[in-house]
């Protein structure tokens, strides 16, 4: 992140620091490791997965108009938008010197594939954005582009730093890819959880955006009349009032849609966790498997 433009490690720095589950970076080391790779190459495309990641919550945080990500304030509302989007493009191109440095044509298609695969998603998501007639194929297109396309590649580069074959590349890829689709499930569902509440975590932030999620998608498919109504002024109107959000969750509650959303994405961890099934048992499988379970079992 180092720059003699002092703004860029500042702001950069403020986003790192602010935690998060460092788990993309971690498919990256574990995959390698999983395929026997003793080398260090896997350390700088562990650092590029995660600057790639990095720069697109910059940019998330600018198009979303948010104001707190993890609970501190974002990089927009310290900074303001001009200086988080190029900021985030300063840490995409560093991501991509760091591929460059790295050597292989291979690696380099694979992460600026899911590069490009990112973007459309987030293309795709602003046209389903206050559309409550999107359907599921439209929001499960948007996931696996938005965030398991970056999932998958990480895991498929740490197979190809290890040269082992396009079995064991494409396996890592699809535990990735069942991961990745499963994670964004729940954080879909987190939004609208009342454990979340408790646990005094935000909700509603994708209620308060308009955003279509599952749970969204299949409460307004099973809804009635009246429930469509409301989710058409809330999410497509923008017209929300104070009890808005909780009559939201009682619904998607009366509904199923939370509990058939978490279904789904155990769903996709089986596919993930059977993906797996060619690598031998020990400490680096059983941490990747761990990953998968944290992922669809997490509160937060």
């Known amino acids: 992140m180092q720059s003699p433009v002092a703004l860029i490690p500042q702001l950069a720095g403020h986003i790192i620091a602010a935690g998060g589950k460092r788990l993309r970076p971690l498919l990256t080391l574990a995959s390698a490791k999983i395929c026997g790779y003793e080398g260090d190459r896997h350390v700088g495309l562990a650092a590029c997965v995660e600057f790639i990641h990095t720069a697109t919550l910059l940019h998330d945080d600018v198009v979303d108009g948010s104001d707190l990500r993890r609970g501190l304030e974002t990089a927009n509302s310290l900074w303001g938008n001009k200086a988080s989007v190029l900021v985030g493009d300063f840490l995409f191109s560093r991501a991509f010197q760091l591929m460059v440095a790295d050597g292989s044509l291979k690696v380099l298609k694979i992460l600026s594939d899911a590069s490009a695969i990112i973007a459309e998603g987030e293309v795709h998501q602003l046209l389903t954005s206050n559309d409550t007639e999107t359907g599921e194929s439209d929001y499960l297109e948007v996931i696996e582009a938005k965030t398991a396309a970056l999932f998958a590649a990480a895991c498929r580069v740490g197979a190809v730093v290890a040269e082992r074959s396009e079995e064991e590349e494409l396996a890592l890829e699809r535990f990735g890819k069942g991961l990745g689709i499963a994670f964004q499930l729940v954080d879909d569902v987190l939004d609208y959880s009342a454990e979340q ?88 499988k059983q941490t990747l498997i761990d990953a998968l379970e944290f992922s669809v079992a997490r509160a937060y």
């Open 197 to 284: 509440q408790a646990l005094g975590k935000t909700v509603g932030d994708d209620f308060r955006d308009g955003k279509i999620t599952l749970p969204i998608v299949l409460a307004y498919r099973r809804g009635d009349e009246t429930e469509r109504a409301f989710w058409r002024r809330c999410l497509e109107d923008m017209d929300q009032r104070e009890d808005d959000l909780p009559h939201a969750m009682e619904l998607l509650n009366k509904r199923d849609c939370l509990s058939d959303s978490l279904k789904r994405a155990s769903d996709y961890a089986s596919d993930a966790r059977e993906a797996m099934s060619m690598f031998p048992d020990g400490p680096v």
